[in-house]
């Protein structure tokens, strides 16, 4: 269990490093002229990167927590739960409302960038659509499920609220 909790870390912790460096590359890339292809393969491969390291990590970190007992045992769940509090209200959340703006502003550029280099590009046209339909798809999304669970009296679970994604 401690091997696994360890490397859970370990692993995790190269999000870090590996999303620097998979920026910088998709920088580089942007910047030598690369078509539209070449940016999404990039882009792609930087959020597999990401998700397999921090969930891989997560996994194993788990994995460990539960073979040592950690997780079914009352006594130390209840000892850890200001940390849990602490780790969900503030850690978690501070971080991410910080970097709202500077990411939000960050993929509004390179968006923006991408759609003056390639105006003519039809991975471009195809964005610019999603973007003009982004705000409508939202609303309407969110009054269809306001309307469906309503009168079903709410989601049961997550599987209910997946065959409604996919259906709209």
Same mark, same amino acid.
């Given at each position: ?16 490093? #590996? ?7 998709? *920088? ?16 792609? %491969?930087? *959020? ?15 994995? @460990? ?5 950690? #997780? ?17 209200? #503030? %850690?978690?959340? *501070? ?5 709202? *703006?500077?990411?939000?502003? @960050? ?19 195809? %964005?610019?659509?999603? @973007? ?24 049961? @679970? ?11």
């Amino acid at each position: 269990p401690r091997t696994l909790m360890f490397l859970g870390v370990a692993v995790f912790l190269c999000a870090v490093p #590996l999303a620097v460096g998979m920026d910088a590359l998709l *920088i580089e890339v942007a910047r030598s002229g690369a078509t539209p292809k070449d940016l999404e393969d990039v882009f792609s %491969l930087a *959020i597999a990167v990401d998700g397999f390291t921090r969930a891989f990590g997560m996994m194993l970190l788990g994995m @460990g927590m539960f073979r040592r007992g950690l #997780l079914t045992d009352a006594q130390w769940l209840q000892a850890h739960r200001p940390h849990a509090l602490a780790g969900l209200a #503030l %850690l978690a959340n *501070i971080p991410n409302t910080i970097a709202t *703006i500077p990411a939000t502003l @960050g993929y509004f550029i390179l968006l923006s960038w991408l759609d003056s280099v390639w105006s003519d590009s039809a991975s471009v046209a195809r %964005l610019r659509s999603v @973007g003009r339909m982004a705000l409508t798809n939202y609303l309407t999304q969110t009054a269809l499920g306001l309307l469906v669970f309503a009168a079903v009296g709410g989601a049961n @679970g997550r599987a209910q609220v997946l065959v409604f994604v996919v259906g709209v």
